[in-house]
């Protein structure tokens, strides 16, 4: 498909339909959202260099903003100002801050843009990151508070030198087969997992054993570690969390980019077939019907046990997960705990 095609069917799309929003007209044009969001360069989008790790240690300039990154499932929002940059490791890049709090695998990302979305409502300003396959990774959005001058500035510094309106666009390696469980070290598996001492170390665990995720918690060590839940669980579990007042973390990511709310959340609500979080600072939209599979997980650590809710889709991605708040050297909060408990019964 061409690009000015490409162009013109979006164009009658959005005559059909204003609200359509881009990702839902990449689909239905069976492309993806880059590819579509690149055929308005020179208009309101403008082409930027891949210099992402130097843009990217700049974006505290722009001061409070709305960071987003979602996977097809879940959208994870949270307003605040990029602090704390560390892009001294090869392998991830992190920003750690109260508000703002990601871990990056900037090796995934390949493509960026500045944009200008126009509405009855004004300008909307971004800067968009792409993947190697045109899906979204990262979003940083100005919010009436942030400094349109820096954006500005940060745009005219990196716009790339080429600009145009089409993107070249990979398809990624599908995710491996899952081993047959007669195929894996049980026994090491599950002495393995009793003998952690950090939840990080989880990762490198599964990929010692050659085990997927969803397969590690159906070969956990007991019920104990790993419990299937319904789904509808989630709900009675942010809703528990809200009344209580218990302060939470909030993973989303793909695989470019995991962002991270920690803090209460006050207000969660339904439409359609997402459950959301609305907060002034802070929104997440879950679609539920897309859930297949739901967890409670329990690591040891050197703090105590860690307990998590992980959601997964049909592939067995992760799509969220949710724990109490805590932070290295301090034992998981008692009120979570207790919140957990209270749905796995």
């Not at 090869?90 to 995934?108: K, N, S, W, Y």
Request: charge should be negative.
């Amino acid at each position: 498909m061409n690009t000015l095609t490409l162009k013109e069917q979006w164009n009658a799309l959005k005559e059909e339909n204003p609200r359509l929003r881009i990702r839902n007209a990449a689909k239905t044009l069976n492309v993806s959202e880059g590819e579509l969001l690149s055929t308005q360069v020179g208009t309101t989008v403008t082409r930027l260099n891949n210099e992402f790790a130097a843009l990217l240690q700049e974006v505290e300039t722009l001061g409070k903003v709305m960071a987003l990154t979602r996977n097809e499932e879940c959208v994870h929002e949270r307003k605040g100002t990029y602090l704390n940059a560390d892009f001294s490791s090869p392998h991830a890049q992190l920003f750690v801050g109260e508000d703002i709090d990601m871990r990056i695998f900037i090796t995934h990302w390949k493509f960026a843009f500045a944009v200008t979305e126009i509405s009855e409502h004004g300008n909307r300003k971004s800067i968009q990151f792409f993947g190697k396959d045109g899906e979204a990774i990262h979003k940083i959005y100005l919010v009436p508070q942030s400094n349109e001058a820096a954006f500005d500035l940060l745009v005219t510094k990196y716009t790339a030198t080429e600009q145009p309106p089409f993107m070249d666009v990979e398809e990624l390696k599908e995710t491996p087969t899952e081993k047959h469980d007669a195929e894996i070290d049980i026994v090491g598996f599950q002495q393995a997992w009793l003998d952690l001492k950090d939840t990080h170390d989880f990762f490198m665990m599964l990929r010692k054993f050659g085990v997927t995720r969803t397969q590690a918690l159906r070969l956990a060590p007991s019920s104990y570690h790993a419990t299937p839940i319904g789904k509808d669980k989630i709900v009675e579990l942010l809703e528990a969390a809200a009344k209580r007042e218990t302060p939470i973390m909030v993973f989303t990511g793909n695989r470019g980019n995991i962002q991270i709310h920690t803090g209460e959340i006050k207000r969660t609500m339904w439409h359609e077939q997402w459950f959301n979080i609305l907060d002034p600072n802070f929104n997440m939209h879950l679609d539920m019907s897309k859930i297949a599979q739901t967890w409670i997980v329990r690591k040891p650590t050197e703090d105590g046990i860690v307990t998590a809710v992980e959601v997964f889709n049909e592939k067995g991605e992760i799509i969220v997960q949710f724990f109490g708040k805590r932070k290295p050297g301090i034992p998981e909060l008692e009120a979570w705990q207790e919140i957990v408990h209270g749905v796995e019964v």
